[in-house]
């Protein structure tokens, strides 16, 4: 008894903290929102449409950063509508898949926010490049927020997609936020699970033990020269004997089909201590107790097809789904219209955000 009144109490004191640091902090976040320099054309790696319109907006997170996004709507629609927030790739903008994603979702009726993650693309946040599993799970929240405040948004019929290792960070988002009504994961990487335990979770503690090491002793050398060095992005020139995955990334981030300047993968990558937070955090953690809908989507002959089949055996309900695209590699879930299966997705959404 004595330790339930005990939680009750800490609850009820961090709850007025977060609400009295609120109260007091709304009109210096509205008054002192950075104003970020957006590019006005159109250089998307896909075409624009005529079906919705497009607009480049900035909302702000839980930590005091501006993110930057584009913001698709039905034409002629009415009413208030149901919101998707949108992001990935890890190491992508929203001017790649992101955004193709948002895009035709929006065609298809849903009011959809595609957005560059904190410290990446168009958004802020310094220092530049930087990965966090908080931050970039407290991005999907933000967007959230932002969408929740719009007049033509039902704030109760709010989902998600996440691709690629944002399909990892959007799960997190839905076990804690749960305002999210509806998750969809397509190609996911768990990125904490790759990076701690390596692919198919082949590293040693050993091995864990000298990445650490090395990534700190880059941390002394980024502090002794004042910059951060950067782990460099697709491979590039590509090896005759790079695996087949690895090709699939070139033949998306370093050809006209998917190429963009600011997106992190299609030049030098994230700083090369971004992995330092993945080593200890478990993404997935508590993705048993999301209560709402969740749909995994994964390519057959994708090498990353393990993670969702391993998320979705974690998942517990029976609005929990897995979906295996005969045939698709990883990237063919990026931007091939074909492998995508947005009739699903459309279905999925209309369901579950009513």
Same mark, same amino acid.
């Given at each position: 008894?004595?330790?339930?009144?005990?939680?009750?109490?800490?609850?009820?004191?961090?709850?007025?903290?977060?609400?009295?640091?609120?109260?007091?902090?709304?009109?210096?976040?509205?008054?002192?929102?950075?104003?970020?320099?957006?590019?006005?054309?159109?250089?998307?790696?896909?075409?624009?449409?005529?079906?919705?319109?497009?607009?480049?907006?900035?909302?702000?997170?839980?930590?005091?950063?501006?993110?930057?996004?584009?913001?698709?709507?039905?034409?002629?629609?009415?009413?208030? !509508?149901?919101? %998707?927030?949108?992001? /990935?790739? @890890?190491?992508?903008?929203?001017?790649?898949?992101?955004? &193709?994603?948002?895009? #035709?979702?929006?065609?298809?009726?849903?009011?959809?926010?595609?957005?560059?993650?904190?410290?990446?693309?168009?958004?802020?946040?310094?220092?530049?490049?930087?990965?966090?599993?908080?931050?970039?799970?407290?991005?999907?929240?933000?967007?959230?927020?932002?969408?929740?405040?719009?007049?033509?948004?039902?704030?109760?019929?709010?989902? !998600?997609?996440? %691709?690629?290792?944002? /399909?990892? @960070?959007?799960?997190?988002?839905?076990?804690?936020?749960? &305002?999210?009504?509806? #998750?969809?994961?397509?190609?996911?990487?768990?990125?904490?699970?790759?990076?701690?335990?390596?692919?198919?979770?082949?590293?040693?503690?050993?091995?864990?033990?000298?990445?650490?090491?090395?990534?700190?002793?880059?941390?002394?050398?980024?502090?002794?020269?004042?910059?951060?060095?950067?782990?460099?992005?697709?491979?590039?020139?590509?090896?005759?004997?790079?695996?087949?995955?690895?090709?699939?990334?070139?033949?998306?981030?370093?050809?006209?089909?998917?190429?963009?300047?600011?997106?992190?993968?299609?030049?030098?990558?994230?700083?090369?201590?971004?992995?330092?937070?993945?080593?200890?955090?478990?993404?997935?953690?508590?993705?048993?107790?999301?209560?709402?809908?969740?749909?995994?989507?994964?390519?057959?002959?994708?090498?990353?097809?393990?993670?969702?089949?391993?998320?979705?055996?974690?998942?517990?309900?029976?609005?929990?789904?897995?979906?295996?695209?005969?045939?698709?590699?990883?990237?063919?879930?990026?931007?091939?219209?074909?492998?995508?299966?947005?009739?699903?997705?459309?279905?999925?959404?209309?369901?579950?955000?009513?």
């Amino acid at each position: 008894m004595k330790t339930k009144n005990l939680q009750s109490a800490l609850i009820a004191l961090l709850t007025s903290v977060i609400l009295l640091t609120g109260c007091t902090t709304n009109k210096k976040t509205s008054d002192t929102m950075k104003t970020l320099n957006l590019t006005q054309e159109w250089d998307k790696t896909f075409p624009q449409s005529e079906k919705v319109k497009h607009r480049k907006v900035t909302f702000r997170n839980r930590y005091g950063i501006t993110l930057a996004a584009d913001l698709y709507e039905p034409r002629n629609a009415s009413g208030k !509508l149901a919101a %998707i927030a949108v992001s /990935g790739p @890890f190491g992508a903008v929203k001017e790649q898949a992101s955004g &193709r994603y948002a895009q #035709t979702m929006a065609e298809r009726g849903f009011l959809t926010l595609a957005f560059d993650p904190s410290f990446t693309g168009e958004s802020g946040g310094e220092p530049r490049y930087v990965a966090s599993p908080d931050i970039n799970t407290e991005d999907f929240s933000a967007a959230v927020d932002y969408l929740s405040t719009l007049p033509n948004v039902n704030a109760e019929c709010i989902g !998600l997609i996440g %691709i690629c290792g944002w /399909g990892g @960070f959007a799960i997190n988002a839905a076990a804690i936020d749960t &305002r999210i009504k509806a #998750t969809v994961a397509s190609t996911m990487y768990d990125i904490s699970r790759a990076t701690s335990k390596g692919y198919f979770d082949s590293m040693t503690s050993e091995e864990r033990y000298e990445l650490r090491k090395q990534l700190n002793a880059q941390r002394t050398e980024d502090y002794r020269n004042g910059s951060y060095a950067l782990a460099g992005g697709v491979v590039d020139p590509l090896p005759d004997d790079a695996p087949q995955f690895v090709k699939d990334y070139y033949a998306y981030y370093k050809t006209l089909r998917g190429y963009h300047k600011r997106s992190l993968n299609s030049n030098k990558g994230w700083n090369k201590t971004s992995a330092l937070p993945f080593l200890n955090t478990s993404l997935l953690a508590f993705s048993d107790e999301i209560r709402s809908a969740v749909l995994l989507i994964h390519g057959e002959k994708a090498h990353s097809r393990y993670f969702s089949e391993d998320a979705f055996k974690k998942l517990t309900g029976n609005n929990k789904e897995l979906m295996i695209i005969p045939g698709a590699s990883h990237v063919d879930l990026y931007d091939n219209m074909q492998a995508i299966p947005f009739n699903t997705l459309e279905v999925f959404f209309k369901e579950n955000l009513q």
